[in-house]
């Protein structure tokens, strides 16, 4: 939502702005600058790009359209699931939870939380890793490491997108001064035309220079850094999986394991001590 709120004070500034100065608006449609621009924009994306970041930009926009699924509710209750998880495990053994692991659409325990099970990777993260301690066969430090590798590992595959967009918005500029120099080019083909033909000639090429610049800086930049946050918000949420994972295996109640997921949280998501003691706690006992 705020990437179209953005978008519409963008032109709205723009154009009122450019209005407001006598521009005519209707000069500034030149839709064969646009297929220039955005057409040799979209042949160098896919020329640069494997298929396979070209499909994860495809769904890494819409995503960013809807704005961040990341708030406090969510992690409120990422970290109830997790101390419900802990504390069957804690109480029965932790091949009790063996089940809830391999199939988690069975399972009552995670079924009570849809918003977690959405993220698909970070369930993928978690499960692996609770098959990993029911095995019993990794000590903390050896997980430690290894997860930290699969962070990294996803981060930087969840920033392809971004860094793709960016690469794209940094292009668009010059491929605006393309699109202007062949406008040019038409503008010089009829020099000898009367002097207000010549005149929006020479309008429309430099409208090709604007449209560049304006959807490089303004728009597709923009963009880039909003999937690049979400990249960073995704990585977080495992973080915080990972950190109550560890204080279990290092030998923490769950009460307290889920205290250090809540302390690496972003200040912004992160519920008050309270607020999570009152949570956890209260879903548990009014089961």
Same mark, same amino acid.
């Given at each position: ?12 500034? =723009? *154009? @009122?702005?450019?209005? !407001?100065? /006598? $521009?005519?608006?209707? #000069? ?5 600058? =646009? *297929? @220039?621009?955005?057409? !040799?924009? /979209? $042949?160098?994306?896919? #020329? ?11 769904? !890494? ?227």
């Amino acid at each position: 939502m705020m990437i179209i709120i953005g978008a519409v004070i963008v032109l709205a500034s =723009v *154009l @009122i702005g450019y209005a !407001a100065h /006598g $521009g005519n608006l209707a #000069i500034l449609w030149q839709p064969y600058e =646009v *297929l @220039i621009i955005f057409g !040799a924009a /979209g $042949g160098g994306f896919l #020329i640069a790009n494997p298929w396979k970041v070209t499909k994860q930009v495809m769904a !890494a926009v819409p995503q960013a359209m809807k704005g961040s699924q990341f708030d406090k509710e969510l992690y409120m209750d990422l970290l109830s699931m997790l101390y419900e998880l802990f504390q069957k495990a804690q109480r029965e053994g932790l091949l009790a939870i063996e089940e809830d692991v391999d199939e988690p659409e069975n399972s009552e325990l995670f079924q009570k939380y849809p918003n977690v099970m959405k993220h698909e990777a970070a369930m993928e993260f978690l499960r692996d890793y609770l098959r990993l301690m029911v095995g019993g066969s990794m000590n903390p430090f050896e997980l430690e490491n290894l997860m930290d590798i699969e962070i990294e590992t996803h981060h930087q595959e969840a920033e392809l997108p971004a860094q793709a967009i960016n690469r794209t918005a940094d292009a668009l500029p010059g491929f605006g001064i393309i699109a202007a120099l062949l406008g040019i080019v038409i503008a010089m083909g009829a020099i000898d035309g009367p002097i207000e033909q010549i005149g929006k000639l020479v309008a429309a090429a430099l409208i090709g220079t604007f449209t560049g610049i304006l959807a490089g800086y303004s728009f597709v930049g923009p963009l880039s850094n909003a999937i690049e946050h979400q990249a960073r918000e995704k990585t977080k949420f495992m973080e915080t999986i990972k950190v109550v994972i560890l204080a279990i295996l290092n030998g923490y109640k769950p009460v307290l394991a889920v205290e250090f997921g809540r302390k690496v949280m972003y200040e912004s998501e992160r519920p008050t001590f309270q607020e999570l003691e009152d949570r956890v706690k209260g879903r548990v006992n009014t089961e």
